[in-house]
Structure formats: structure tokens, C-alpha cells
């Protein structure tokens, strides 16, 4: 038996989706937009951004046309309107599923149908018929045989989670808890997910300053303001770990486990009207790139560290059409002829946390070994470099010395956080150099050799570090696969 069969069979029975592409960043498509691009002009975008998984807010059949041999994972969406009849009649659902994914697949990717848009805070008396139009639609995929390959959900807001802090004692709100349940127990039983739509810049605007900016964009916070849930202890980095963490105590609370989660929108806008200070270029920017940056770690919020959060961008163009204050209308990535609302590229021109020169940060020689300590717990805690490689037993723990453990954790900091303003500094600690400072297995990242710090390291659980306006790269796309078998006690080498 294949080791990446033993791999996929224990992490299923952990409850835990296997995604041999790694975690991605998807986009959603809004179309309310003057001047929207044609289908094909916008599938031509993707391509360009090489953007590979996309949300539709419908079954448009020009965008499923024009998506059709390009290879580019779809979700697509019945819409709130479209729910009540789907739930009423088992014939609607069939037509619907053979006008707008039979009748496309296997050409046009369809791999998810979102079924509404919020429907439990936007449209509760439709609460009594979502889960029979989920139940109609997966039973019209099963007739198609396509149960497979398309899965069934819903997305939620954070509304329906009325106190997500701290997120060990989150709940979902009572009145929708015979709803949430029959959900839960259909996402279940057809291996879907959860589906969320989870916004720290709504979370923070609501916050009233009791969470700081900083925590909001997954900048790093001082020790005196670190989140740390009471009952738990597990620190959170980011608003957006600690919202993903409360959604999966919530299902917890309700007996569920094994339900991964997808975050279905997520993003912050770039302008706004007088009484919306936050929503800057400079703030959209600093999120968007952050967020990719934790997606990319392909590991999961502090509960669930072996669950990478796959996730979608709110969102592709700015929807001027759509009503509301300013801020409603400026939360795109591209204007409508595929040039950058801000100073983010999202394609794979070069590789989030690579290294194009041959400067490598390490440890100063002869810093005080005690400052070289504060520097080392900062880089491996809220820093958040990969710090795996330093452990005993791991490539890079010879020789056991604070100044070659230092070296290590401060270059891997600086590699993956420069470009958005990591400095290669800690408090005086640190320098650069131009020679390479790997040696046997042991490699730096920025090395010619290197992999990341070691073979398979577990990922950080987050990203961390300042962000500057210099120019960021960014990939919508990772196929590192990371199998965190430390969480289990497993001899593999009587089954291999």
C-alpha cells in the first residue's frame, strides 16, 4: 500500500477532506456592475490572474459557457428567489440541476451549487423550505449520478452566530437551531461543507474599538494586546481564525464534527463614505494579501489546525450598481479592464514566500544570548515562522544553539515577510548576509536547495508581520500538501 493512500485513508478517518492541490483562494464574480465585461473577456481575466476556483451568484449560461475545457473549479448558485420553489417541488430541482449543471458538465468544472445567499438572516421565513430544496437538489444529482463530483450548501452569515467572542463558547442562535441542524446533518451525510461568509472588517467596524486594526488586517499585535480565548488558551493571530474557530464550536454545540469549512466570501473594501474611515486601498490591500498568505500556510484555525480553510475573495469587481453606503460598491480586487484596484498581483509570476536574491537574515554574531531568545520566541510565536525544521529530531536542530536556532527562524520570517515590510532587524539581533547558510540536510529558505525548512513541515497557523505599500505578489493557487501526522500516534512503518 501506497504511502499517499495510508495518507488519504487516516486523514478520512480523522473527518478530514484530503485536497491534494493544497488550500486555495477562489474568487466570487458579482454582476452588478455598469459595463460588466463579457463572459468571455472575464473568463480571459481568470486566466490571465490564472485564478482557478470561482463563485457565480447564479447559473449564468454564458459564464458556464465560456468557463466550459478551461479546467477552472465553479460554484454556482440558486439564487434567494429561486429557493422556494426548488424546496416546493422536486420537479423544479430537476430542471434546474439539468438546465444549469447537467447540461454543462464534465467541460465546465462544476464542483459546488450554493444554494441561496444568507437565507436564515436575509429571508428567514424561507428558514422552513432551504433544507427541502438542498434535499430536492442533491436527490436531482443522484438521478444525474453527479452526487460525486457536486456538492450541496449553504452560506451563512456571522449573524446567525450572535456572540462569536471568545469562539470556544460561540453558539448559533437559538431560533434558527432546528434549521442549522437538519443542515448540519445533511452536510453530513452527503460530505458537503460548510459554507461561511465571514467579514473581520464588519466584525471590527462593529467591535466599537474593542479589537484593534492590526487584528483585523492579521497584523502582528504587541504582547499586551494579544487575543487569547480564556477557556481554551489557543491564541488568535487573526479575526479571521477566531471567526472560522467560532463557527466550528458552534457546530460543535450541536454534536457535529467532521464538517469542514469553506469560507465563501470573505475580503475588505477599498473606499467608503465619510463614516467609514477603514475601508482604504491601503486596508483592502494589507487584508487581501495577508489572507492569501494564511491560506497558503494550509492549516486550519487553532481547534482544527489539520483542516486548511479553503476561501473565496469578495470580490472579483467593484459592483457600482449595487445599493447601500459607499462602501458597498468598492470591495473589487480588478476594475472591469483587468488592471489592479490596488497594488496586488494575483498571478504566479513569483511564488508567495520565495526568494529572488541571495540574501539570507540570520542571527548577529556575538548578540547577547538573551536578546537572541526574546528574538527567536517572537519569529517562532507571533511572528509565526515555520519553525518545524529547529525541533529535535529535525534537519536543522544541530547543533542545539539559541544563535543557530535564532538564524534559522529569523531568515524564515524574513523570506516569506519581506515584501510586505518584515525587516530583518529583531532589535538589533539580526543581519544580513550573502552567503548560504544551510549545511547538510539543513536548508534555509532562500537556499537553492530549499523546501520550505525540511521535509513536510506543518505549517503556521497564520500569517503574520507589517504591511508596507510596496509591491506584493500573490498566488491564488497552492499545491504543497501537509499531512500533520503528529496529531496522531502512528507507527506507519509496520504498514508501509
Known amino acids: 500500500m501506497t504511502l499517499e493512500i495510508w495518507l488519504q485513508a487516516i486523514l478520512l478517518i480523522c473527518g478530514v477532506v484530503f485536497n491534494a492541490e493544497g488550500a486555495f483562494v477562489g474568487m466570487n464574480i458579482g454582476t452588478d456592475v455598469s459595463n460588466l465585461p463579457s463572459a ?34 465553479v460554484m454556482v448558485s440558486v439564487t434567494n428567489e429561486e429557493v422556494l420553489g426548488i ?40 428558514a422552513p423550505i432551504l433544507v427541502p430544496a438542498m434535499n430536492n437538489l442533491y436527490k436531482a444529482l443522484l438521478a444525474s449520478n453527479l452526487n460525486y463530483q457536486v456538492k450541496i450548501s449553504t452560506p451563512h452569515s456571522m449573524d446567525i452566530i450572535p456572540r462569536p467572542f471568545p469562539p470556544s463558547t460561540a453558539a448559533f442562535n437559538t431560533t434558527f437551531n432546528s434549521t442549522v441542524f437538519q443542515i448540519l446533518q445533511f452536510l453530513k451525510n452527503t460530505k458537503s461543507f460548510y459554507m461561511l461568509n465571514a467579514y473581520p472588517y464588519y466584525e471590527y467596524v462593529k467591535s466599537n474599538g474593542i479589537f484593534p486594526l492590526e487584528y483585523a488586517l492579521f ?12 477557556n481554551t488558551l489557543f491564541h488568535y493571530t487573526s479575526m479571521f481564525d477566531a471567526l472560522v474557530d467560532a463557527t466550528y ?30 475601508a482604504t486601498a491601503e486596508n483592502a490591500e494589507t487584508y487581501n494579501n495577508n489572507l492569501i498568505r494564511r491560506v497558503s500556510n494550509d492549516s486550519g484555525p487553532p481547534s482544527q489546525p489539520a483542516i486548511p480553510i479553503n476561501t ?14 459607499v462602501s458597498e460598491r468598492n470591495w473589487g480586487v480588478l476594475f472591469t479592464n483587468g488592471t489592479a484596484v490596488y497594488d496586488v498581483s494575483l498571478s504566479d509570476s513569483d511564488s508567495l514566500g520565495s526568494n529572488s536574491s541571495t540574501a539570507f537574515c540570520i542571527a548577529r554574531p556575538g548578540a547577547d544570548e538573551s536578546s537572541l531568545r526574546d528574538g527567536l520566541n517572537w519569529a517562532c510565536g507571533p511572528g509565526q515562522a515555520n519553525c518545524f525544521a529547529i525541533q529535535k529530531g529535525q534537519p536543522c536542530y544541530s547543533p542545539n544553539t539559541v544563535q543557530n536556532h535564532a538564524s534559522y527562524a529569523y531568515n524564515d520570517y524574513y523570506q516569506k515577510m519581506r515584501s510586505s515590510g518584515g ?50 505578489t500573490i498566488v491564488l493557487r497552492f499545491g504543497r500538501v501537509v499531512a500533520l501526522l503528529v496529531l496522531l500516534d502512528l507507527n506507519l512503518r509496520n504498514v508501509l
Open 423 to 472: 525587516t530583518c532587524d529583531f532589535g538589533g539581533t539580526a543581519t544580513l548576509t550573502t552567503a548560504d547558510p544551510s549545511y547538510g540536510s539543513c536548508r534555509f529558505i532562500g537556499s537553492g536547495n530549499s523546501s520550505m525548512g525540511g521535509l513536510f513541515p506543518p505549517a503556521a497557523l497564520g500569517p503574520i508581520g507589517p504591511s508596507s505599500g510596496s509591491s506584493t
Open 249 to 278: 464550536n458552534s457546530i460543535a454545540a450541536l454534536n457535529f464534527s467532521g464538517i469542514p469549512i469553506v469560507v465563501t466570501e470573505t475580503g475588505w473594501p477599498s473606499f467608503g463614505g465619510s463614516k467609514e474611515p477603514d
Open 40 to 73: 468571455v473577456d472575464i473568463v480571459g481575466i481568470l486566466k490571465a490572474q490564472q485564478i482557478t476556483h470561482v463563485r457565480l451568484f447564479d447559473a449564468d449560461a454564458r459564464m458556464l459557457n465560456a468557463l466550459s475545457n478551461t479546467g477552472i473549479e
Open 219 to 230: 497584523k502582528p499585535l504587541p504582547s499586551v494586546k494579544q487575543i487569547v480565548d480564556p
Open 87 to 126: 424546496g416546493e417541488l422536486p420537479s423544479t430541482a430537476a430542471a434546474w440541476i439539468n438546465k444549469n449543471v447537467a447540461a454543462y458538465v464534465p467541460s465546465t468544472n462544476i464542483t459546488a451549487i450554493a444554494v441561496g445567499s444568507e437565507v436564515l438572516t436575509s429571508i428567514p421565513h424561507a
Open 312 to 325: 473565496y475573495i469578495y470580490e472579483l469587481f467593484n459592483e457600482d450598481k449595487r445599493p447601500g453606503p
